[in-house]
C-alpha cells in the first residue's frame, strides 16, 4: 500500500533557502525515527527462492572494469539503477525484470567495490567520495550511449542518483530515491549529533579506526548480516538471499572503498582533485529539478531523514510515498512492486 504526499509549488529561491536549512538540520536529527522490533519479523512474510539475473556484462568505463546486468529491448527508455552498502545488484533483482517487461532498457551495475567491477589500474585511488560514484555513473551511460535515463537508487545508490539529478541534470530524465535528498558534505560530517543519533552511526566511528578496518575486512559478512538486520528488522530474508548478495563483497576493493567512503564523510580522509569542484557545488546542498518520487518503507531501521525535511529540495515535479507492510531500509528488494511502480509513474510523467 502507499501513501502519497502532493508536492508544494514555491518560490526557487525560497525554496532553496528553506530547504537547504531543512536538511542541513536533518542531517542533525537523523536518530530521530526509531528501530522497530526485530520480533516483529515474524508477521513478515518469507522471502520467495533468489533469482538471479544471469550472465552479466563487463565494459570498461572510466576507471572502471565495470560488472553490470542488462534486461529489456537495448532501444527502450533506459533506467539505471544503483545500489548501496551493504547490498549489490540484487537489491533489483525483481524490480529489473517488471520494468524490462514494460519496454524499458535496465540497467544495473556493480559499483566500485563490488561483484565484478575492478579499478583499470592498480594505481587508482581507492575513492570512495560520494561524487566519485556519481561520476562512474556518467561514465557508464556514456559508454554505453545513454544520453539520459531514469535514474532510481538506495543507501548509497539514492544519494549518487542525487547528486546525477543535481550536478548533470540532463542526463536523469526522472528519478526515484529511497529516503529521499542524500546529498552531504565534510563540513556537515565534522559537527556532533545528538546522542541518540550518534548511536545509529555506531559503524561510521567504528570504520574511522583501524580496529574497525580490520573488524570489517575479517567479519565483512557477518558485519553485513547485522546492518541487514538492523536496517531491515521486518525482512525476513533467507541465508541463501544473503550470501547471493554478500558474495560481492569479496571483491579486492571492497574494504579499502567503504572505509574510504565513510572516513571521507568525516574529514578523516581526503579525496581527489578532479573532484573538487564537484563537491564545492554539492556543499551548496543543490535543489533537484528533474521530477521525482521519494519513497520511504514504514520500518526503516537505519538512520534517515524525515520526508518534511528535504521536501523542498525538489522543485520539480515531485510526491513522496510510503511504502507500508513492515518495510524497511532496503526496499526495492523488499517491496520491488512498490518500487518498479515508482520508477514506471515517474518516467511517464
Same mark, same amino acid.
Given at each position: 500500500?502507499?501513501?502519497?504526499?502532493?508536492?508544494?509549488?514555491?518560490?526557487? !529561491? %525560497?525554496?532553496?533557502?528553506?530547504?537547504?536549512?531543512?536538511?542541513?538540520?536533518?542531517?542533525?536529527?537523523?536518530?530521530?525515527?526509531?528501530?522497530?522490533?526485530?520480533?516483529?519479523?515474524?508477521t513478515?512474510?518469507?522471502?520467495?527462492?533468489?533469482?538471479?539475473?544471469?550472465?552479466?556484462?563487463?565494459?570498461d568505463?572510466?576507471?572502471?572494469?565495470?560488472?553490470?546486468?542488462?534486461?529489456?529491448?537495448?532501444?527502450?527508455a533506459?533506467?539505471?539503477?544503483?545500489?548501496?552498502?551493504?547490498?549489490?545488484?540484487?537489491?533489483y533483482?525483481?524490480?529489473?525484470?517488471?520494468?524490462?517487461?514494460?519496454?524499458?532498457?535496465?540497467?544495473v551495475?556493480?559499483? %566500485?567495490?563490488?561483484?565484478?567491477?575492478?579499478?583499470?589500474?592498480?594505481?587508482?585511488?581507492?575513492?570512495?567520495?560520494?561524487?566519485?560514484?556519481a561520476a562512474?555513473?556518467?561514465?557508464?551511460?556514456?559508454?554505453?550511449?545513454?544520453?539520459?535515463?531514469?535514474?532510481?537508487?538506495c543507501?548509497?545508490?539514492?544519494?549518487?542518483?542525487?547528486?546525477?539529478?543535481?550536478?548533470?541534470?540532463?542526463?536523469? %530524465?526522472a528519478?526515484?530515491?529511497v529516503?529521499?535528498?542524500?546529498?552531504?558534505?565534510?563540513?556537515?560530517?565534522?559537527?556532533?549529533?545528538?546522542?541518540?543519533?550518534?548511536?545509529?552511526?555506531?559503524?561510521q566511528?567504528?570504520?574511522?579506526?583501524?580496529?574497525g !578496518?580490520?573488524g570489517?575486512?575479517?567479519?565483512?559478512?557477518?558485519?553485513?548480516?547485522?546492518?541487514?538486520?538492523?536496517?531491515?528488522?521486518?525482512?525476513?530474508? =533467507?541465508?541463501?538471499?544473503?550470501? %547471493?548478495?554478500?558474495?560481492?563483497?569479496?571483491?579486492?576493493?571492497?574494504?579499502?572503498?567503504?572505509?574510504?567512503?565513510?572516513?571521507?564523510?568525516?574529514?578523516?580522509?581526503?579525496?581527489e582533485?578532479q573532484?573538487? =569542484?564537484?563537491?564545492r557545488?554539492?556543499?551548496?546542498?543543490?535543489?533537484i529539478?528533474?521530477?521525482?518520487?521519494?519513497?520511504?518503507?514504514?520500518?526503516?531501521?537505519?538512520?534517515?531523514?524525515e520526508?518534511?525535511?528535504?521536501?523542498?529540495?525538489?522543485?520539480?515535479?515531485?510526491?513522496? !510515498?510510503?511504502?507500508?507492510?513492515?518495510?524497511?531500509?532496503?526496499?526495492?528488494?523488499?517491496?520491488?512492486?512498490?518500487?518498479a511502480?515508482?520508477?514506471?509513474?515517474?518516467?511517464?510523467?
Amino acid at each position: 500500500m502507499t501513501t502519497t504526499c502532493r508536492s508544494e509549488t514555491i518560490n526557487h !529561491r %525560497r525554496r532553496h533557502l528553506i530547504g537547504v536549512a531543512a536538511v542541513t538540520l536533518a542531517a542533525f536529527e537523523l536518530g530521530a525515527g526509531t528501530q522497530a522490533d526485530a520480533a516483529s519479523s515474524e508477521t513478515a512474510k518469507a522471502t520467495p527462492p533468489p533469482k538471479s539475473f544471469g550472465p552479466l556484462r563487463q565494459i570498461d568505463a572510466g576507471q572502471l572494469n565495470v560488472g553490470y546486468a542488462e534486461l529489456g529491448p537495448a532501444d527502450g527508455a533506459p533506467v539505471v539503477l544503483l545500489h548501496g552498502w551493504p547490498y549489490d545488484i540484487h537489491t533489483y533483482v525483481d524490480v529489473a525484470p517488471l520494468l524490462a517487461a514494460q519496454g524499458h532498457r535496465v540497467i544495473v551495475p556493480y559499483q %566500485r567495490g563490488y561483484g565484478t567491477t575492478r579499478f583499470l589500474s592498480d594505481q587508482a585511488q581507492r575513492n570512495g567520495q560520494q561524487s566519485a560514484f556519481a561520476a562512474d555513473a556518467i561514465a557508464l551511460m556514456d559508454v554505453l550511449k545513454i544520453e539520459g535515463a531514469t535514474i532510481g537508487g538506495c543507501d548509497w545508490g539514492a544519494r549518487t542518483a542525487n547528486i546525477i539529478a543535481a550536478l548533470w541534470p540532463s542526463r536523469c %530524465r526522472a528519478m526515484v530515491s529511497v529516503s529521499g535528498y542524500l546529498i552531504g558534505n565534510q563540513q556537515l560530517g565534522k559537527l556532533p549529533l545528538p546522542p541518540k543519533a550518534e548511536l545509529q552511526w555506531w559503524y561510521q566511528y567504528y570504520f574511522a579506526t583501524d580496529r574497525g !578496518r580490520a573488524g570489517y575486512e575479517k567479519n565483512r559478512r557477518e558485519f553485513a548480516r547485522l546492518i541487514w538486520q538492523t536496517a531491515s528488522p521486518r525482512w525476513n530474508f =533467507d541465508d541463501s538471499t544473503f550470501e %547471493r548478495s554478500a558474495a560481492s563483497f569479496d571483491n579486492p576493493d571492497h574494504v579499502d572503498i567503504v572505509m574510504h567512503n565513510y572516513r571521507w564523510r568525516l574529514g578523516l580522509a581526503g579525496g581527489e582533485p578532479q573532484y573538487d =569542484d564537484y563537491e564545492r557545488q554539492l556543499a551548496q546542498a543543490p535543489l533537484i529539478d528533474v521530477p521525482t518520487i521519494t519513497l520511504e518503507g514504514d520500518a526503516n531501521g537505519a538512520p534517515h531523514p524525515e520526508a518534511g525535511a528535504y521536501a523542498k529540495m525538489f522543485w520539480n515535479k515531485y510526491s513522496h !510515498r510510503v511504502i507500508e507492510g513492515g518495510i524497511g531500509h532496503n526496499l526495492p528488494q523488499e517491496a520491488p512492486e512498490a518500487f518498479a511502480q515508482a520508477v514506471l509513474d515517474v518516467a511517464s510523467g
